[in-house]
């Protein structure tokens, strides 16, 4: 076999792989809409409200999520790439993340404490395995040119989605310990998660954010929810969400210029 035919087995998207991504993209947008149909509890129903819970169109995001998951998996299956050098491992993370976010509709839905939470948990793992895995090298070696719009396309769609679970995360544990045991209006607790998110959310985007941006832009936007329910109700949880997102941006400034220093 030759170089060439070789680089393009590596890199070409098993379809049963592609396609079941796809199916699982449409499931995880299908799910809400059936728990309402079936009467269930909605999400923001089902947990507690903290100082630290973000506004409520904050969670419209979730609609551009679901969108973007399903252009990318149609595109992924016609073009049978992601623009990455490992495809597989890609798919399989955003399989678990898909399939995890319909389930957690489910245990949301049905009040099911503590399951959102670990879910959610799973979700992250996967989605920042497959953040690291679409900012890697690209696809584009000889044999396998995938078109650059395909790269921007996956990296913007696991990039927000990666962000978004990150801060969600955080919520859905304080939530749960809100529930079983902490103080809802005690903010000394839940500042310490609220910094955690940042921690986090600022130490991927140093290390990914130059070719993912859309991982620090959907963190800013879970931190002006925040900051715009906090107003009037709690100065620490304001002035906390400021600084995150000065952090933030401080981490993507670093992350774009090393990725300048870095380009060829």
Same mark, same amino acid.
């Given at each position: 076999?030759?170089?060439?035919?070789?680089?393009?087995? $590596?890199? &070409?998207?098993?379809?049963?792989?592609? %396609?079941?991504?796809?199916?699982?993209?449409?499931?995880?947008?299908?799910?809400?809409?059936?728990?309402?149909?079936? *009467? #269930?509890? /909605?999400?923001?129903?089902?947990?507690?409200?903290?100082? @630290?819970?973000?506004?409520?169109?904050? !969670?419209? @995001?979730?609609?551009?999520?679901?969108?973007?998951?399903?252009?990318? %998996?149609?595109?992924?299956?016609?073009?049978?790439?992601?623009?990455?050098?490992?495809? &597989?491992?890609?798919?399989?993370?955003?399989?678990?993340? /898909?399939?995890?976010?319909?389930?957690? @509709?489910?245990?949301?839905?049905? /009040?099911?404490?503590?399951?959102?939470?670990?879910? =959610? $948990?799973?979700?992250?793992?996967?989605?920042?395995?497959?953040?690291?895995?679409?900012?890697?090298?690209? #696809?584009?070696?000889?044999?396998?040119?995938?078109?650059?719009?395909?790269?921007?396309?996956? &990296? $913007?769609?696991?990039?927000?989605? %990666?962000?978004?679970?990150?801060?969600?995360? !955080?919520?859905?544990?304080?939530?749960?310990?809100?529930?079983?045991?902490?103080?809802?209006?005690? +903010?000394?607790?839940?500042?310490?998660?609220? +910094?955690?998110?940042?921690?986090?959310?600022?130490?991927?985007?140093? =290390?990914? *954010?130059?070719?993912?941006?859309?991982?620090?832009?959907?963190?800013?936007?879970?931190?002006? #929810?925040?900051?715009?329910?906090?107003?009037?109700?709690?100065?620490?949880?304001? +002035?906390?969400?400021?600084?995150?997102?000065?952090?933030?941006?401080?981490?993507?400034?670093?992350? =774009?210029?090393?990725?300048?220093?870095?380009?060829?």
């Amino acid at each position: 076999m030759s170089s060439s035919a070789a680089a393009s087995t $590596t890199h &070409r998207v098993p379809v049963g792989l592609a %396609a079941l991504v796809l199916v699982l993209a449409v499931a995880q947008a299908a799910t809400p809409a059936l728990s309402t149909v079936l *009467g #269930g509890a /909605q999400p923001d129903e089902s947990t507690v409200d903290l100082l @630290i819970t973000p506004a409520g169109w904050t !969670f419209s @995001i979730w609609g551009l999520i679901y969108l973007l998951a399903i252009v990318t %998996a149609l595109a992924v299956l016609v073009r049978r790439s992601t623009g990455s050098r490992d495809p &597989r491992r890609l798919l399989v993370a955003l399989a678990v993340a /898909q399939a995890g976010a319909a389930l957690w @509709i489910v245990f949301s839905a049905n /009040q099911m404490s503590w399951f959102t939470s670990v879910t =959610l $948990t799973v979700m992250v793992v996967a989605l920042l395995d497959a953040a690291r895995t679409a900012a890697g090298p690209t #696809g584009t070696t000889e044999g396998d040119e995938s078109p650059r719009w395909l790269t921007l396309l996956v &990296r $913007t769609t696991v990039g927000i989605y %990666a962000a978004w679970a990150t801060a969600a995360v !955080f919520q859905n544990w304080a939530s749960d310990l809100a529930e079983a045991t902490l103080d809802p209006t005690d +903010v000394r607790w839940q500042l310490v998660l609220l +910094v955690g998110s940042v921690v986090l959310g600022a130490a991927v985007t140093v =290390l990914l *954010g130059g070719r993912l941006p859309g991982y620090p832009l959907a963190l800013l936007w879970a931190l002006t #929810g925040i900051l715009a329910e906090a107003r009037g109700d709690s100065a620490a949880v304001l +002035v906390t969400a400021v600084a995150g997102m000065v952090v933030v941006l401080a981490a993507l400034v670093v992350a =774009l210029r090393r990725e300048r220093s870095l380009a060829p």
